[in-house]
């Protein structure tokens, strides 16, 4: 009869108290920003659904801790390793150790909601993430990170790091009690751009254009291609063979439109009319913001920003930063009726 009761009391221990002890508690810090939203739901980029593989493990302060699969690309290993601690590589690879503190800590945020949504939304078998810009997220190793920097400032820029990491433990962006997909760039030029205009698709409710100041007193901000109509054609004719301009016709080479942010959504080459973020692509530009001049023989980008445009700027976060806005209000800036929560 004894054995019964503690059979019973086990099973309700099972069935109802560890569930509740691990389901995710989430707890709003901040949420502002009152934008116009796109009624559309945000896009499942995946098929995969949500496989979390998480392993919680008691730490000193009884924290559940989080362990993700990284591939590392290069030597298709896969590494199983705790989150908060990963992310110590992912932000020091991603944001200069130099960048204000709350700037830094905005993007131990971001990283850590990109890192859940990919959880969610699987890219490689058998692993949550890559360590890949291209792909996923960058990573770098401590060694690696630490080999790079002065020496005398090791010690400091890696503490900053991982304060940052530590300050804003286990917090993430949701909309809708999901964590967002959290697109970020270097430079947003001053304005950030829709998602649809650089990858087609929809959009995301809280992907919208703002403005930023104080983008423009980075290095990232301008920048400059030129090329003759020689190499213009060349670069051109690797895609389109049957490409023709005549270059003593000023409307042969003319931007057609422009996306809602500013950036050139069409543009004009001779018989083709191709997309500014190929144009980009094409020509190596920093990004589809640009005009055009033309000097002698010559054609000219005039670039703006650095990177795609949408989400968070990075050079934003630390000018907002740097006018005293904290992390929080950075990212409710940047990423429209968010909430931060705590997982
Ligand atoms: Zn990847």
Redesign the pocket.
Known sequence: MKNISLYIITLISICFILPAIFTNSTKTVSANETNETNSKPPEQTQNETANTNQTQENTQNNNQEITIKLLHHQTGEIEEVNLETYLYNVVSAEMPATFEKEALKAQAIVARTYTMYKINNK??ENSD??D?SN??QAWVSKEERLSRWEESKREENWNKITESVNETKGKIITYQNQPINAFFHSNSGGTTEIPVNVWGGSNYPYLQIVQTSGEEGYTQYASEAEYTHEEILQKLKEKYQDIQIDFTKDEQIQILEHTESGRVKTIKFGNHNISGVEARSIFGLKSNNFEIEKPEGKIKFKVKGYGHGVGMSQTGADSLAKQGQTAEQIITHFYSNVEITTI
Request: hydrophobic share 15%.
């Open positions: 890219k490689h993430i890559c890949d792909c996923c």
